[in-house]
T-cell receptor, first 110, second 112 residues
Framework: DTAVSQTPKYLVTQMGNDKSIKCEQN?????MYWYKQDSKKFLKIMFS???????INETVPNRFSPKSPDKAHLNLHINSLELGDSAVYFC?????????FGQGTRLTVV | GENVEQHPSTLSVQEGDSAVIKCTYS??????FPWYKQELGKRPQLIID?????GEKKDQRIAVTLNKTAKHFSLHITETQPEDSAVYFC???????????FGKGTRLSVIA
């Protein structure tokens, strides 16, 4: 019974394409996040949503557009993919403190 | 905003020895300090956390200490085992729904 699930797990696509990653949590948490983990394993916050409202956007290019249809879902759409977007993207949720992570989506742009 | 520094970036220990990873944070308002373990190809998972009203917390072979005055906290793993090999991340935030700010990670290798 997965707490935070994201799809797909792997995504290989060409430069210039548009792609989406979906995330769902069944923990009843109010807050959801997207983190990017680069090749050096650094985990960097991209977006934070609380009850479907955008709280934090950490200087992410506007090619990245999060969407939260309800507080259990936070999707990430990426336009005009670039080589530098290759990374592992983690969705997470929390209720005040501990963050629970999804299994990650490894995005490879070729 | 918060900035978390983590050292060392890599650490190799012999099985049975202890391992210590240290972090510093910049925002004195931070009051929650978790540690996450990430195995190869897996998601980060919480192993232990500490809040600012506590100086030390222990869970079996893992302990965390916090010095609020100096703004640093440490992870201690005793009697290390090969399955402790992973990347460990410290993080800091203040309570509420602000995101965790992570250190850059420590790759721990336990040599059998």
């Amino acid at each position: 019974d997965t707490a935070v699930s994201q799809t797909p797990k792997y995504l290989v696509t060409q430069m210039g394409n548009d792609k989406s990653i979906k995330c769902e949590q069944n923990l009843g948490h109010d807050t959801m996040y997207w983190y990017k983990q680069d090749s050096k394993k650094f985990l960097k916050i991209m977006f934070s949503y609380n009850n479907k409202e955008l709280i934090i956007n950490e200087t992410v290019p506007n090619r990245f557009s999060p969407k939260s249809p309800d507080k259990a879902h936070l999707n990430l759409h990426i336009n005009s993919l670039e080589l530098g977007d290759s990374a592992v993207y983690f969705c997470a949720s929390s209720q005040n403190t501990e963050a629970f992570f999804g299994q990650g989506t490894r995005l490879t742009v070729v | 905003g918060e900035n978390v520094e983590q050292h060392p970036s890599t650490l190799s220990v012999q099985e049975g020895d202890s391992a210590v990873i240290k972090c510093t944070y910049s925002d004195s308002a931070s009051n929650y300090f978790p540690w996450y373990k990430q195995e190869l190809g897996k998601r980060p998972q919480l192993i232990i956390d500490i809040r600012s009203n506590v100086g030390e917390k222990k869970d079996q072979r893992i302990a965390v200490t916090l010095n609020k005055t100096a703004k640093h906290f440490s992870l201690h793993i005793t009697e290390t085992q090969p399955e402790d090999s992973a990347v460990y991340f410290c993080a800091a935030t203040y309570s509420g729904n602000t995101p965790l700010v992570f250190g850059k990670g420590t790759r721990l290798s336990v040599i059998a």
